[in-house]
């Protein structure tokens, strides 16, 4: 089984806090409502297939460059947010797992299901999921910049069942985005997309083992 990290396993609780306080630092006042509306903004434009071609994940720089120019909006707001979301936000060392995250990957790893995660990030995940002391729980990592390709590019689900050791079609992709994630299918790869909805902090993991159950 692959899964995907941002928005599937692990999320980033903090970015309206961000942006409240970096407008703040700047003399401007922002309200907490307005903060998430911008995020959500933000974040949403993110994931479009116009920003998802332009290989931000390709490399740190890049990485970088791309972010910055789309979170430039909010320096309508107060010049210099761009920034601020960058580096608070950004860093994946600032992200943290779902409720559900842990206890869906301990119960697949007591089913004996191999799992690795296929992320589309400019740097390596493993010293995050060690930060959680969840690094024992998943098999292999995939990065978009050791590949050299990027979701929903085939050959970077290819690379991860290498990885894992596994084959296409005996490989289930979980994640948060039908284009980006979705792109297994192509590599031959079945294919679960997360709701969009979500239960506060759980995202609706738990559905992943009873598929697997299911299966059995």
């Known amino acids: 089984m ?10 980033a609780p903090h970015a309206p806090a961000v942006i409240v306080a970096a407008a703040r630092a700047r003399g401007v006042t922002v309200s907490d409502d307005d903060a998430r509306r911008m995020w959500d ?3 949403d434009a993110g994931k479009t297939p116009e920003e998802l071609a332009k290989g931000r994940d390709l490399s740190p720089q890049a990485h970088r460059d791309v972010w910055t120019a789309l979170f430039a909006r909010a320096d309508r707001v107060a010049p210099g947010v761009s920034h601020a979301l960058y580096e608070r936000v950004m860093d994946p060392a600032s992200w943290v ?17 191999k799992m690795g995660v296929v992320s589309n990030v400019p ?6 999921f060690a930060l959680h002391g969840m690094a024992d729980l998943v098999d292999a990592f995939t990065h978009s ?9 085939p050959a970077i689900f290819r690379a991860a069942c290498r990885a894992l050791g596994v084959a296409p ?3 289930l992709m979980v994640g948060d985005h ?3 994630d979705g792109g297994a299918a192509k590599a031959g790869l079945r294919v679960y997309i997360l709701p969009a909805e979500m239960d506060g902090d759980v995202r ?13």
């Open 2 to 11: 692959l899964f995907d990290w941002g928005d599937t396993l692990f999320h």
């Open 41 to 43: 903004e933000l974040w």
């Open 97 to 113: 797992p779902f409720a559900d995250t842990r206890p869906t990957l301990e119960a697949l790893r007591r089913r004996g299901v």
């Open 123 to 128: 740097r390596d995940l493993r010293p995050v």
């Open 145 to 153: 910049f050791e590949v050299g390709a990027e979701k929903p590019d």
């Open 169 to 171: 079609a005996e490989t």
């Open 178 to 180: 039908p284009e980006a």
């Open 204 to 216: 609706g993991l738990g559905r992943v083992v009873e598929l697997v159950e299911g299966s059995l």
